[in-house]
């Protein structure tokens, strides 16, 4: 578990830029997308926490809002870019070092929103995942928003099939291709520690968490991730009215082999009132 952890610190440390250019400018879809579903449910001056947050593009969108939003990442590099990024962008965000699986500086029913979409990502044991959906609920207030994502098994296929074709061919993505087939999760060694899953699986994981219901689940690329480079090549017009379609798409579930990442939206239950104590009878005579 531990070198797991360090590696994977060490993949996000080593290039923060790259990461910020991944949602910027190779897959502005999905974080379009996402924010459009989001904003169904955020209301003004909600209070976000951000685990996994990376370098910080959800924060710092929230943040030039008017929330209050704490970014937490394991990467120290990250922490350190969103920072960067926040001057750059003339909002106050607190940003901090920290594990998804242990958000003991953090009080009970403190946020009104989290977000969970990228440990989810890189935690290989089924275990670990539930401790950090727990933790994420605990920090929620009751009524509170959880946003979790996940990477796709198929979206693994989606993506050799648009830009690595010979991945097919080779020996050692056998099992990949195997278990995807199969309909199955699977943790392994890709481009860091990683876990990928299926639409069914990581809705019963979510069910599986007490106090949570889910709201929507939806494809955080919709229908667009096979035509990423289609889409690339065309006039932003263009590009702009696509991705507006394909929000219509992204929550039907026909449609969510064509997206890579899936987003859980799931809402903490709200606390029972205590019952009424009943006024004590009178006494005749």
Same mark, same amino acid.
């Given at each position: 578990m531990r070198e797991q952890k360090e590696t994977i610190?060490?993949? =996000?440390?080593?290039?923060?830029?790259k990461e910020w250019d991944r949602l910027k400018n190779r897959f502005p879809y999905e974080?379009?997308?996402?924010?459009?579903?989001?904003?169904?449910?955020?209301?003004?001056?909600?209070?976000?926490?951000d685990i996994g947050g990376g370098p910080g593009h959800y924060t710092i969108h929230y943040a030039?809002?008017?929330?209050?939003?704490?970014?937490?990442?394991?990467?120290?590099?990250?922490?350190?870019?969103?920072k960067k990024k926040a001057r750059q962008y003339k909002v106050k965000i607190d940003a901090q070092q920290g594990d998804a699986m242990d958000l003991s500086r953090f009080e009970d029913?403190?946020?009104?929103?989290?977000?969970?979409?990228?440990?989810?990502y890189h935690l290989m044991e089924e275990s670990s995942r539930v401790?950090?959906?727990?933790?994420?609920?605990?920090?929620?207030?009751?009524g509170g928003l959880l946003f979790s994502s996940f990477i796709?098994?198929?979206?693994?296929?989606?993506?050799?099939?648009?830009?690595?074709?010979?991945?097919?061919l080779r020996e050692e993505e056998k099992t990949f291709f195997e278990v995807t087939a199969n309909d199955e999760g699977l943790s392994f060694e890709a481009f860091t520690y990683a876990f990928m899953t299926t639409v069914k699986d990581a809705k019963a994981l979510l069910e599986s968490i007490p106090g949570l219901s889910t709201e929507t689940v939806f494809g955080q690329e919709s229908i667009l991730s096979p035509y990423k480079n289609t889409l690339a090549a065309q006039p932003r017009k263009i590009r702009q009215a696509w =991705?507006? =379609?394909?929000?219509?798409?992204?929550?039907?579930?026909?449609?969510?082999?064509?997206?890579?990442?899936?987003?859980?939206?799931?809402?903490?239950?709200?606390?029972?009132?205590?019952?009424?104590?009943?006024?004590?009878?009178?006494?005749?005579?």
């Open positions: 610190r060490d993949h =996000y440390n080593a290039d923060p830029q974080k379009y997308i996402t924010i459009q579903m989001m904003d169904r449910y955020i209301q003004a001056d909600d209070k976000i926490l030039r809002l008017g929330h209050n939003v704490t970014l937490l990442d394991l990467s120290d590099e990250n922490v350190r870019f969103a029913n403190s946020f009104d929103v989290v977000f969970l979409m990228g440990p989810l401790k950090a959906l727990k933790e994420a609920t605990r920090v929620l207030k009751p796709l098994m198929f979206g693994g296929v989606v993506y050799g099939l648009r830009d690595l074709p010979l991945t097919i =991705y507006d =379609y394909a929000v219509r798409f992204c929550e039907k579930e026909d449609y969510m082999t064509h997206t890579e990442h899936l987003m859980i939206v799931s809402r903490k239950d709200a606390a029972k009132k205590p019952a009424a104590k009943k006024a004590p009878a009178k006494k005749r005579g």
